[in-house]
């Protein structure tokens, strides 16, 4: 789905997929802010909150949503998962906005890096996208890097990873989260 008019979260968002773009050859797709999504119960709004069952995803248009669980046939893939977001008057038409965010990243170590697959890790990929990062010229922003998270019920929190296949985070697959903090500039009218 095509952002006409970017604003706020989606500039967060359209500068990420630019930084990986140009850093990390290998990425198949960065989808940028995902929704959190139910699977299909129906009408039934009376469901344990135990048993309820969300995952990541992205629209595809007004009625069709991609989920974005680890899939081969998705390739090497991100994508951006906010966990808060601040805005601030900061003075005349300018806003300030901080987000608190998690950046998923699954991938395919063959894919990645070839015949050396076998002799690099997922500290060898975390470095490529943190040189992606530090790499890219932002555009009115600015970009902490809080840490990384290697277990899967870290990568997925607040999603029901517990249907993911055991494999699907074994060699030659591999995944982690990246949480940031970017502060974003924006100018009104």
Known sequence: MNIVEPKLADLVCIEIAEAFECGLPWL??????VE???RGFGSNKYIERTKRRFYPAVALDNDTYLELFPDEELGNFSYIDFKRQYVKDVGAKIVKSTYEIGIVFWFNFRDVYGDDSEIK???????EVLSALKNHSWNNSKV???????KVEDIYNGYF???LEEQSHMRPYGGFRLNLEVEKLSFCI
């Open 161 to 163: 990873y517990e249907e």
């Open 144 to 150: 902490k890097v809080l840490g990384f998270q290697d």
């Open 121 to 127: 890790t997922s500290e060898n990929v975390k470095y």
């Open 28 to 33: 198949t797709t960065s989808y940028g802010k």
């Open 36 to 38: 959190k999504r139910e």
